[in-house]
């Protein structure tokens, strides 16, 4: 069966820091990946996707990379972070084009 | 789907009784549509899908939801709730050519005993 995980599951970091989330899959190749972030009851924004390595679409322009070096491994990064980055960070996988399976997120706390 | 408005940001109800949260699409084309749920500091998880077939679906945990072509709808349906359903519910669709999912703001279901 297919898992999903990511790491860490809570961090929180000075304004002006660096960051890397890291989310990985199991039991599946070639999957689609996308980072979503969720600010504090709001919905998911869709940050990244890709359908395959090496292939980043950006949907929201920010001070965020992503980056996707194996077919599994899918990375969020940020060279300075800021106040606003705070969120809710969540992975996904999908086969194709329907349902996609979400990893347990991450916390981020900006201070 | 273009876009996807779950019409109420918050359901109280009453543990037993029958619940319904509502969710509008827009989308000029075929499109597949979900609902999540989602527990406190937790992953989205599926609750059901539509792809095709038969326009009423049926979930985990006595769910279902009925896609309505001509209203543009797809609300979900619980009979009768119980305390541990309370979470957010996000309806969400996507076209079915394409690789991108919208969601809905979310609806918080808060079940009272």
């Known amino acids: 069966s297919q898992t999903i995980h990511q790491w860490p599951a809570t961090l929180v970091q000075p304004v002006g820091s660096p960051l890397s989330l890291e989310c990985t899959v199991e039991?599946?190749?070639?999957?689609?990946l996308y980072w979503y972030r969720q600010a504090a009851g709001r919905g998911l924004q869709l940050l990244f996707y890709s359908v395959g390595i090496g292939q980043i679409s950006s949907e929201v322009p920010q001070n965020l990379s992503a980056s996707r070096p194996q077919d599994r491994q899918f990375i969020l990064s940020s060279k300075k972070l800021l106040l606003s980055d705070s969120g809710f960070y969540l992975c996904a996988w999908s086969a194709g084009r329907g349902e996609q399976f979400f990893g347990p997120g991450t916390r981020l706390t900006v201070l | 789907a273009q876009s996807v408005t779950q019409l109420d940001s918050q359901v109280p109800v009453f543990e037993e009784a029958p619940v319904e949260l509502r969710c509008n699409y827009s989308s000029s084309v075929s499109v597949y549509l979900f609902w999540y749920v989602q527990y406190p500091n937790q992953g989205l998880q599926l609750l059901l899908k539509?792809?095709?077939?038969?326009?009423l679906v049926k979930g985990i945990n006595g769910f279902e939801a009925e896609f309505n072509k001509s209203q543009t709808s797809f609300h979900l349906r619980k009979p009768s709730v119980h305390i541990s359903d309370t979470a957010e519910y996000f309806c969400?669709?996507?076209?079915?050519?394409?690789?991108?999912?919208?969601f809905g703001a979310g609806t918080r279901l808060f079940v009272k005993a």
């Open positions: 039991g599946t190749s070639n999957p689609n």
């Open positions: 969400a669709g996507s076209h079915t050519g394409g690789f991108k999912t919208i």
């Open positions: 539509y792809l095709s077939g038969s326009t």
